[in-house]
Every structure is written in structure tokens, then in C-alpha cells.
């Protein structure tokens, strides 16, 4: 694995299936949201789809299974209905590894920030409270700050833009096919972290620099080049 982090000053981290253990959370509220409105969901195709807005998903299913895209209104309700099934869930635990991995980033003297496709207020608001001293609201790009979310470029250049540092001096960390495909296409190196059922090969087919099985595998390997690298 040839991963130089060297020459990175920022870690742009996605924030569900990388700082949260949050997807089986999604899957259970997607599933069930798309049952309720007359459509269906599998729960791959909730890994599939991650790290797009709400509002993408639930336009790309409306139109594969109804043949027309689901209206503003639509959308709406139907967004609000699965974060209200997700609120009920009992609340997700912090990744393992990933309070080490942060305080790992942030002893080696790099800008830590997240960039999520989630619309989640109140993960959002929770974040900020479990990651204190790591994160701060002004560097966090979510599904309110961006047009288009990923697979497109547009969140983590955003994140890029936020934290003053070209792409090159960035890497981001991501457990998702369309995570990944976002993170290369705004040219920044990233490293997959495959916290979820699907193949390696599903995320290596997006060119990650790197994948690691866990979180926690990547925070040990965090910890070994920075401390080599002094
Ligand atoms: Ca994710």
C-alpha cells in the first residue's frame, strides 16, 4: 500500500459507517420508509446508494419503480418520515477506533473535518458534542450546505475550501462506492475504510489510494506512519 501522508494538512472524514456506526440505523428507517410509501428498498442497495442526500435516493427510487420522479413535496414527506423512524432507533455508537484515529490526526498537527451527505439534524448536533475538541461546526460540510451532494465532487470540494488546502494536501476517509467515487472525482486521495457487508472489490472499483477493514485498522496505521514520519 503506497499511502504518503506526509504531504497532508487536512483529513476530510464522512461521517456515518466511518465516525458512526450508524448504518444499520439507515438501513432499518430506509427499508421501512420506502415499504410505507409503496415502494421497496433492499438493504444493499442502502450501501449502494450511501453518502447520497435523501433527497437523490428518493428520487432515483421514485423513478426506477414509479417512472417518474417524486415531487418537491414528496420528497419532503417522505425524507421527514424516515428521519423520524432513524430518531426512534436506539442512538448509534461512536465507530470504534475513531475517537483513537481523530486523536491520532490531531496530534500529528493536521485540520480535521467531516463531510456527510446527512440531513440528520440531530446526528449532526451529536457529533459536535461526542467529537469536542476534534471538530467544529465551521468545519463540517452536510446535505444543508451543498446543491448537490455526493457522488459528486461538490461536498468535498466544499470541504477542501473550507479547510484552505488544495486537494493535493488532503485526504479524505470514506466507506462507501459513492463516497469514494465524490472524494476522487474532486481529486483528492482517499482512504476506504470497509465498515459494511459489501466486497472490497465494490470500493476498490471506485480507486481508493488505500482500504483498510476497520477504522480501528486504519487508526493503528495512523499511529505507525505519523510517529515514523517524525
Ligand atoms: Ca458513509
Known sequence: MSLDLSEKNAVLFDMDGVLY???????????RTFADFGMHMEPCDVYMNEGCTGSYTISKVSLEQRGREATAQEIEDIYA?????????????????????????????????????????????????????FIVR?????????KRGKPFPDPYLKGLELAGVSASHAVVVENAPLG??????????????????????????????????????????WKSETVQGR
Not at 465551521?138 to 450546505?145: G, K, N, Q, R
Open 21 to 31: 456506526d450508524s448504518m444499520p440505523h439507515h438501513v432499518a428507517a430506509w427499508t
Open 81 to 133: 418520515h424516515k428521519a423520524e423512524i432513524f430518531r426512534t432507533l436506539p442512538e448509534v455508537e461512536i465507530m470504534k477506533g475513531a475517537l483513537e484515529l481523530m486523536a491520532g490526526v490531531r496530534e500529528s498537527g493536521r485540520k480535521i473535518l467531516i463531510v456527510t451527505g446527512s440531513g440528520q439534524k440531530n446526528l449532526i448536533s451529536r457529533v459536535l458534542r461526542d467529537f469536542d475538541g
Open 180 to 221: 469514494i467515487r465524490a472524494g476522487v472525482a474532486a481529486g483528492i486521495d482517499v482512504i476506504a475504510v470497509n465498515t459494511g457487508p459489501l466486497p472490497d472489490s465494490v470500493l476498490l472499483d471506485e480507486k481508493p489510494a488505500a482500504l483498510f477493514h476497520s477504522v480501528g485498522e486504519l487508526a493503528d496505521y
Open 138 to 146: 465551521e468545519h463540517m460540510v452536510t446535505a444543508f450546505d451543498v
